[in-house]
T-cell receptor
Framework: GENVEQHPSTLSVQEGDSAVIKCTYS??????FPWYKQELGKGPQLIIDIRSNVGEKKDQRIAVTLNKTAKHFSLHITETQPEDSAVYFC???????????FGDGTTLTVKP | GAGVSQSPSNKVTEKGKDVELRCDPI?????LYWYRQRLGQGLEFLIY????????KSGLPSDRFSAERTGESVSTLTIQRTQQEDSAVYLC????????????FGSGTRLTVV
């Protein structure tokens, strides 16, 4: 089955700096890669996703890149703000897989 | 409502009691998932429902755990003879057309077994 590894487990940055979280996956059949943000006391929320037919996707301050050859994908947050502090989860799946496989999460702290 | 609704939001129960957790998915979402999240930990898959197909129960940790779903609507997760190690947040998620789309999660039920 699919295996997703996520790094780092914790990340601390100064407000205004960039943050990068990386994930690798094992199943070359995976074709959909969502990212979720979980704030304290809440369920995870989908913030951005990418499909295997594109290499990069941007939405304001967040972007995701995908390298299918190397089987890794990354979340980039620019101009970080304190409200970006949360736990971020990556996931990988493919059509009809049944369920997504999640990484173990990255706790991002943005210091004001 | 527009989101995934879970109830109760908090549940404290005595060891050995049975509990039922409820999930109302987004209308029209055919796929429904239950995950367990222990304090400070990641998402542990429990069970997955897709339409009228047999559910994927491969993540249920023991036979004390079971779940049902009525058609493509409400789901209940039942834990029998609760143990202290069952204490966690139980998250429900739904998605349209299964795995090629992102999940919408509920806020979870925080279960504490004392």
């Amino acid at each position: 089955g699919e295996n997703v590894e996520q790094h780092p487990s914790t990340l601390s940055v100064q407000e205004g700096d960039s943050a990068v979280i990386k994930c690798t996956y094992s199943d070359s059949a995976s074709n959909y890669f969502p990212w979720y943000k979980q704030e304290l006391g809440k369920g995870p929320q989908l913030i951005i996703d990418i499909r295997s037919n594109v290499g990069e996707k941007k939405d304001q301050r967040i972007a995701v890149t995908l390298n299918k050859t190397a089987k890794h994908f990354s979340l980039h947050i620019t101009e970080t703000q304190p409200e970006d502090s949360a736990v971020y989860f990556c996931a990988a799946t493919y059509t009809n897989a049944g369920k997504s496989t999640f990484g173990d999460g990255t706790t991002l702290t943005v210091k004001p | 409502g527009a989101g995934v609704s879970q109830s109760p939001s908090n549940k404290v129960t005595e060891k050995g009691k049975d509990v039922e957790l409820r999930c109302d998915p987004i209308s029209g979402h055919t796929a429904l998932y239950w995950y367990r999240q222990r304090l400070g930990q990641g998402l542990e898959f429990l069970i997955y429902f897709q339409g009228n197909s047999a559910p994927d129960k491969s993540g249920l940790p023991s036979d004390r755990f079971s779940a049902e779903r009525t058609g493509e609507s409400v789901s209940t997760l039942t834990i029998q003879r609760t143990q202290q190690e069952d204490s966690a947040v139980y998250l429900c998620a739904s998605s349209s057309a299964g795995t090629a789309y992102g999940y919408t999660f509920g806020s979870g039920t925080r279960l504490t077994v004392v």
